[in-house]
C-alpha cells in the first residue's frame, strides 16, 4: 500500500527543472521531519535532503545549491524544487514524512511510491 503520493517527476534535458510533490495521507495526527531520497541505477538509494517541522533543510552535497525542499503543513506536502538538472541526477526519487498515526499515536516513516526522473539531452 503506498503511504505517501508523488508526482512530478519525467525527462528532462541537462540545465533543466523539475519539481516534485508529496503528499501525506489526510488521517494523520502530526508530521515531524519529512525529506526526499533517491536511488540512481546500480546503486543504492542516497538521502537527497531533509526538512524538520520548523523548516529548516539539509542537503547532501551533490544536490546543494540545486535542490530546494519546501513543505506545506496545512496540505501535509513536501515538495523538491530540482534546477539546473544533471545526467547524473537520474534516478528515482522517494519521498518520506515521519508520522505520528492518529489511531495508535505511533510514528512511522512513510514512503512515497517513487518517481522517476530522467535527464538526458
Known amino acids: 500500500q503506498v503511504q505517501l503520493v508523488e508526482s512530478g517527476g519525467g525527462w528532462v534535458q541537462p540545465g533543466g527543472s523539475l519539481r516534485l510533490s508529496c503528499a501525506a495521507p489526510?488521517?494523520?495526527?502530526?508530521?515531524?521531519?519529512m525529506g526526499w531520497y533517491r536511488q540512481a541505477p546500480g546503486k543504492q538509494r542516497e538521502l537527497v535532503g531533509t526538512?524538520?517541522?520548523?523548516?529548516?533543510?539539509v542537503y547532501a552535497d551533490p544536490v546543494k545549491g540545486r535542490f530546494t525542499i519546501s513543505r506545506d503543513n496545512a496540505k501535509s506536502t513536501v515538495y523538491l524544487q530540482i534546477d539546473s538538472l544533471k545526467p547524473e541526477d537520474t534516478a528515482v526519487y522517494f519521498c518520506y514524512s515521519d508520522i505520528q498515526e492518529t489511531s495508535t499515536r505511533t510514528w512511522y516513516k512513510y514512503w512515497g511510491q517513487g518517481l522517476q526522473v530522467t535527464v538526458s539531452s
Open positions: 489526510g488521517r494523520i495526527f502530526r508530521i515531524n521531519a
Open positions: 526538512i524538520s517541522s520548523s523548516g529548516s533543510t
